[in-house]
Each structure stands twice: as structure tokens, then as C-alpha cells.
């Protein structure tokens, strides 16, 4: 199989707000109010842990058909705790990102217990999100000069 890429692409509309664009959708990111922006939309790390979210959903599904049960219904809930300092410059002493994510699954279903432990085995491996907040991803950030002629 060859591999799937995914991109967004955007503009900063204002020192807090990014509009991006990927396949036929808008994406807004924003920050709250705290952290000095209009708490229109939700910001980069809500979006973190949307995506975490909404992937163990995707899979959950896929394996939960795979192992031969249905999910009537799946509660996903996920917190994530950072110390902003780092990112507002004030410290360096914590790391900027997540210190932990913690994701809670509920789901309805007639699967037992046993068969719902292997299950999420096979989710955790799975997911390609879950893997990406596990695992170091090679990133390489580049910058461009725009000049106005």
C-alpha cells in the first residue's frame, strides 16, 4: 500500500488565529481569552486532543467489526495537562508540551470484559494519532523571507 499525506494549509489572521484549509474544510484555531485571544474557536491543543479523540473512534469501530461485536454507542473522554510557562517564555524548566494525556473510553456494547481488553490492545496499537503522541515523529520546521517587490 502506499502511504496516505495528509496537509493543511493557512494564514495567520491575527496574533492568535490561524485559518487553515485542508481537502474541502476550514480549520480555525484560536486561544481563550487567558491566553490572549477571543476564544472563538479552540486552540491548538484542544485540537491535539480532538484528533486523539476522533481517531481511537475510527479505529475502535474498525477493530470492534474485526473482533465481531458492535458499539451501540462510545463516550470518549481525553484530558491533557501542560505548564503554559515554557510557551509564554517565563520558564524553561517544564517542557512545552503535554505532561500527560489521559483518554477514558465508555462504550455500549455486549462485548465482555475480555473481549473489550483486547480490543483496546488492538486500538492502542493502531491508532495512528495514539502513535504520534507515544512515539518521537521526525519534524522539520523551515522558514521563507517574503519580500515585497
Given at each position: 500500500?502506499?502511504?496516505?499525506?495528509?496537509?493543511?494549509?493557512?494564514?495567520?489572521?491575527?496574533?492568535?488565529?490561524?485559518?487553515?484549509?485542508?481537502?474541502?474544510?476550514?480549520?480555525?484555531?484560536?486561544?481563550?481569552?487567558?491566553?490572549?485571544?477571543?476564544?472563538?474557536?479552540?486552540?491548538?491543543?484542544?485540537?491535539?486532543?480532538?484528533?486523539?479523540?476522533?481517531?481511537?473512534?475510527?479505529?475502535?469501530?474498525?477493530?470492534?467489526?474485526?473482533?465481531?461485536?458492535?458499539?451501540?454507542?462510545?463516550?470518549?473522554?481525553?484530558?491533557?495537562?501542560?505548564?503554559?510557562?515554557?510557551?509564554?517564555?517565563?520558564?524553561?524548566?517544564?517542557?512545552?508540551?503535554?505532561?500527560?494525556?489521559?483518554?477514558?473510553?465508555?462504550?455500549?456494547?455486549?462485548?465482555?470484559?475480555?473481549?473489550?481488553?483486547?480490543?483496546?490492545?488492538?486500538?492502542?496499537?493502531?491508532?495512528?494519532?495514539?502513535?504520534?503522541?507515544?512515539?518521537?515523529?521526525?519534524?522539520?520546521?523551515?522558514?521563507?523571507?517574503?519580500y515585497n517587490y
Amino acid at each position: 500500500m502506499s502511504y496516505l499525506e495528509f496537509k493543511i494549509s493557512g494564514e495567520s489572521s491575527s496574533e492568535t488565529k490561524f485559518i487553515g484549509n485542508t481537502r474541502q474544510f476550514t480549520l480555525t484555531v484560536d486561544e481563550p481569552e487567558a491566553l490572549g485571544g477571543t476564544d472563538d474557536y479552540p486552540n491548538p491543543v484542544e485540537y491535539i486532543l480532538a484528533g486523539f479523540a476522533g481517531c481511537i473512534n475510527v479505529v475502535g469501530h474498525v477493530v470492534a467489526k474485526e473482533l465481531g461485536f458492535t458499539i451501540n454507542s462510545l463516550k470518549i473522554e481525553v484530558n491533557g495537562e501542560l505548564n503554559p510557562d515554557r510557551f509564554l517564555g517565563t520558564s524553561d524548566k517544564d517542557r512545552a508540551g503535554f505532561k500527560n494525556i489521559k483518554l477514558h473510553l465508555i462504550p455500549d456494547t455486549d462485548a465482555d470484559i475480555e473481549t473489550l481488553t483486547k480490543w483496546l490492545q488492538i486500538v492502542e496499537d493502531r491508532c495512528p494519532v495514539r502513535d504520534n503522541l507515544q512515539n518521537a515523529t521526525p519534524v522539520s520546521i523551515a522558514v521563507e523571507k517574503q519580500y515585497n517587490y
